[in-house]
């Protein structure tokens, strides 16, 4: 009997990291699945913007939240401002963009 509750103890112990693991550091409100969808199309944004010719010299961070992006950081000119923006929503899966970038005088 003693064996059947420390064997269903080890069992427990066992399997709380991996149940642990399926958590995220998420925002509250988002499922894990949405938080997935979201650092996809945060890392396809990147690669878009890095694939940019005019815009691969900036520093510009890329953050994501339900579909919407936000870009901030800092451009030379408010077309590359206005680029980033276009190249941002034209990545499948974004539904808008927020755009932050600060253009630099």
């Given amino acids: 009997m003693k064996t059947a509750i420390w064997m269903r103890m080890f069992v427990a112990l066992a399997l709380a990291p991996a149940m642990v693991a399926c958590t995220s550091t998420k925002a509250p409100g988002e499922s894990t699945g ?3 969808d979201d650092s ?3 890392t396809k944004v990147k690669a878009a913007i ?6 691969k010299e900036f520093q510009i961070s890329v953050t994501t939240y339900k579909g919407v992006v936000q870009l901030s950081g800092f451009v030379d000119t408010a077309d590359a401002k206005a680029h ?11 539904k808008s963009v ?3 970038l600060v253009v630099k005088k």
């Fill in 34 to 36: 949405q938080y997935m």
């Fill in 40 to 42: 996809a199309i945060t």
């Fill in 98 to 100: 927020r755009n932050d």
């Fill in 84 to 94: 980033a923006t276009s190249v941002a929503a034209g990545v499948d899966g974004v």
């Fill in 50 to 55: 890095l694939g940019e010719k005019g815009l």
